[in-house]
C-alpha cells in the first residue's frame, strides 16, 4: 500500500483545518465537458475549469463543514472524476442528514450571491457573461440535480436519513423508479449524457436493492440460531483469502454480539475484510460504530484512514499502535506514513531502533528514509544489503534505481540482473522507470525485456 493512495500528480492543500486533494482526473474530465466552448475560444476553457473547481469545492465545504460543525472531529475532500466527495467522521442519523444537504445549499447560496452581484453589475464582456451562465448552471442545475432522491446522489442520502435503515428498500425503490424517470425523460431530450448517469446510478440502487433480498431474513434471528465460533472461523476465512466467507460469519457473530468489548471485536474483523477488499471508507465506518470511539484499535484504524487516502489522519494512530502493539507491520505503517509526512528523523529513528526479525527488513525501512532524503547513493547500498540478507526481489530493483539515480549504472546493471533472476516481474513498471533508461539498453535486459518470460543469465 502506497504513503498516499492519491494518483499520482494529485494537488494536496489545506483549507484551515480540511485537508483538500484534487485527483488530475478532476482537471481532465472538467475541461473534457468544456471543450465545445473552447472550440471557440480557448479562454471559454479555462473559465468554465475554474467554475466547477471553485463551485464544486464549494459544494463539498458545505457538507465538511456542517459535519464538523455538528460533532465531527474532522473532515475532508477529495475532487476527482466525478465531483467531489466529502470525508467526516460517522455522525447520528438526522446529523447526517444536515450534512448531505448542506453540500447543495452552499451552491445555492453561492449562486445566489453571484445573482445579487448580476443585479447590480451585470457582465458587460461576452466572457464575464460566459462566467455568469455556467456559475448559474452548476450551482444552480446541478445542485437540483443532486437533490433528486437517488443514491449516491444528496438528494438520496437525505431521503435514506429520513425514512431510517428500516426503510433502506423502500429508499433504492424510490431511486431506481426516480433515476428511470429521469434517463427516460433526458432521452426523449437527446439528453445523452444525462440519460446513462441516471441510468447507471439507476441500476446501482436496482443492485443494492437485489442484495438486500439476500440479506433479508425470512425470520427473526435468534441467538441460539448463530454459529458459537463464528469470529474466529471469520478470522481464520479472512486469513486464507476468503472474504466473502469473513463477511458472512462476521455478519452473524455482529447480530449475537453483545454491545460493548463483543460488538467492537466484530467491527474490527468486518473493517479488516473491508481491508482486504480495498474498501476504506467502509473499513473507517465500522471502526466509527465501535463504542466507545476511543476503543477502537489503532493499528485498523491507521490502516483504513491510509486506504482511504487519508494518510494525515493516519499518522496519530500509527504511533499509538507502535506503543500498544509493537509488531513490524505497525512499525513498518509508522516508518510508511512518517516518511510520507516528510518527519524523517522519527522515521529514521524507528527504522534503526525497532526490534526486527530480520536485518533486511531494517536495511529496507533505513533505506526508504534515506530514498526520501534525496541520498540515492545511501539507498541504494542499504537496498542491496538488505536483498543479500534476505533475497527480496524488490530490494534488488530499487537498488538498481537508485543506483541509477546516483549515477552507477554499471551496479545499477547488476542489481537490476539480480532483481530479475529473482523473481521481479513487474516488467511494466521497469518499462517505465525514467532512472533506468540507460540500463534497459544493456543486451540482457533488453532481451529479458522483450521475451517477459526468461530469465537473465
Not at 24 to 34: E, M, Q, R, V, Y
Not at 116 to 132: E, K, S, T
Not at 181 to 206: D, E, K
Request: proline share 5%.
Amino acid at each position: 500500500m502506497s504513503i498516499d493512495s492519491s494518483p499520482p500528480f494529485s494537488l494536496h492543500f489545506n483549507l484551515g483545518r480540511i485537508p483538500v486533494v484534487i485527483e488530475p482526473s478532476f482537471w481532465l474530465i472538467t475541461a473534457l465537458f468544456g471543450m465545445y466552448g473552447a472550440a471557440r475560444d480557448m479562454r471559454l476553457l479555462f473559465s468554465w475549469v475554474a467554475v466547477c473547481f471553485v463551485s464544486i469545492l464549494i459544494h463539498e465545504l458545505g457538507h465538511a463543514l456542517m459535519a464538523m460543525s455538528l460533532g465531527s472531529g474532522w473532515a475532508s475532500i477529495r475532487l476527482y472524476s466525478m465531483g467531489g466527495l466529502c470525508y467526516s467522521q460517522g455522525l447520528s442519523r438526522w446529523r447526517d442528514v444536515a450534512v448531505s444537504a448542506a453540500g447543495p445549499l452552499a451552491g445555492f447560496l453561492f449562486g445566489g450571491i453571484i445573482l445579487a452581484v448580476n443585479m447590480v453589475a451585470p457582465p458587460q464582456h461576452f466572457l464575464a457573461y460566459a462566467i455568469f451562465r455556467d456559475l448559474m448552471w452548476v450551482n444552480f442545475g446541478w445542485g437540483i440535480i443532486n437533490l433528486m432522491p437517488v443514491l449516491p446522489l444528496d438528494g438520496g442520502h437525505v431521503l435514506k436519513g429520513v425514512l431510517g435503515p428500516s426503510r433502506q428498500r423502500l429508499t433504492l425503490w424510490v431511486g431506481v423508479i426516480t433515476a428511470g424517470g429521469i434517463a427516460a425523460l433526458m432521452l426523449n431530450v437527446r439528453a445523452f449524457y444525462g440519460a446513462f448517469m441516471f441510468g447507471w446510478m439507476g441500476y446501482g440502487c436496482y443492485q443494492a436493492l437485489s442484495a438486500t433480498n439476500d440479506l433479508k431474513p425470512l425470520k427473526p434471528v435468534k441467538v441460539a440460531d448463530i454459529e458459537p465460533d463464528a469470529l474466529p472461523r471469520a478470522w481464520q476465512a479472512l486469513r486464507s483469502g476468503n472474504e466473502a466467507e469473513a463477511a458472512r460469519l462476521g455478519h452473524l457473530a455482529l447480530s449475537a454480539a453483545k454491545p460493548g468489548p463483543e460488538s467492537n471485536a466484530v467491527r474490527d474483523l468486518l473493517a479488516w475484510v473491508a481491508l482486504a477488499e480495498g474498501n476504506g471508507r467502509s473499513a473507517v465506518y465500522q471502526l466509527e460504530k465501535v463504542e466507545p470511539p476511543q476503543a477502537a484499535r489503532p493499528f485498523s484504524l491507521a490502516m483504513a484512514f491510509e486506504a482511504t487516502g487519508l494518510p494525515e489522519r493516519a499518522l496519530p494512530h500509527a504511533l499509538t499502535a507502535l506503543e500498544k502493539e509493537p509488531t513490524e507491520a505497525v512499525a513498518g505503517l509508522a516508518v510508511r506514513l512518517l516518511v510520507g509526512a516528510r518527519r524523517l528523523d522519527e522515521a529514521e529513528r524507528i527504522a534503526r531502533e525497532f526490534a526486527w526479525k530480520a536485518p533486511a527488513t531494517r536495511d529496507a525501512r533505513q533505506a526508504d528514509v534515506a530514498a526520501a532524503r534525496g541520498d540515492s547513493g545511501s539507498a541504494a547500498a542499504l537496498y542491496a544489503r538488505a536483498f543479500e540478507s534476505g533475497g527480496r526481489a524488490e530490494d534488488a530493483y530499487q537498488a538498481a534505481r537508485h543506483h541509477a539515480r546516483a549515477g552507477r549504472v554499471e551496479l545499477a546493471t547488476e542489481s537490476l540482473k539480480q532483481a530479475l533472476q529473482a523473481g521481479y516481474d513487474d516488467l511494466e513498471t521497469l518499462g517505465q522507470e525514467p532512472a533506468l533508461t540507460e540500463v534497459r539498453s544493456v543486451p540482457e535486459i533488453a532481451e529479458r525485456l522483450r521475451r517477459g518470460t526468461k530469465s537473465v543469465a
